[in-house]
Nanobody, 124 residues
């Protein structure tokens, strides 16, 4: 059983920073080693959208346009944990953020394992 647990969400003001964490447990070590780990978000009344993805093995990253230049994804293999560093946050970034393990893709259908999500609220 693979479990992904997000943490680090909260209420911040526009311009602030937050770092989200995604910790894997169970068989996640094996899963992570052959998968990519992605971040997605879902704002109220909107569909879940791609934020970024990192190759667990090589560390390569890909970001959505809305995240480029402000968000950075990294991982700590020893801790089986992935991070989403978010800077210069905007009210439009308000959403529930999910991490997921799957194939290298921007398509959420390619991700098999999902966390429960963590709420990020950015006030203006």
């Amino acid at each position: 059983q693979v479990q992904l647990v997000e943490s680090g969400g909260g209420l911040v003001q526009a311009g602030d920073s937050l770092r989200l964490s995604c910790a894997g447990s169970g068989a996640s070590g094996r899963i992570f080693s052959v998968h990519a780990i992605g971040w997605f978000r879902q704002a109220p009344g909107k569909k879940r959208e791609f934020v970024g993805v990192i190759s667990w093995s090589g560390g390569g990253t890909l970001y959505a346009d809305a995240a480029k230049g402000r968000f950075t994804i990294s991982r700590d293999k020893a801790k089986n944990t992935m991070y989403l560093q978010m800077n210069s946050l905007k009210p439009a970034d308000t959403a529930v953020y999910y991490c997921a393990a799957g194939r290298w893709s921007t398509d959420q259908a390619m991700f098999d394992y999902w966390g429960q999500g963590t709420q990020v609220t950015v006030s203006s």
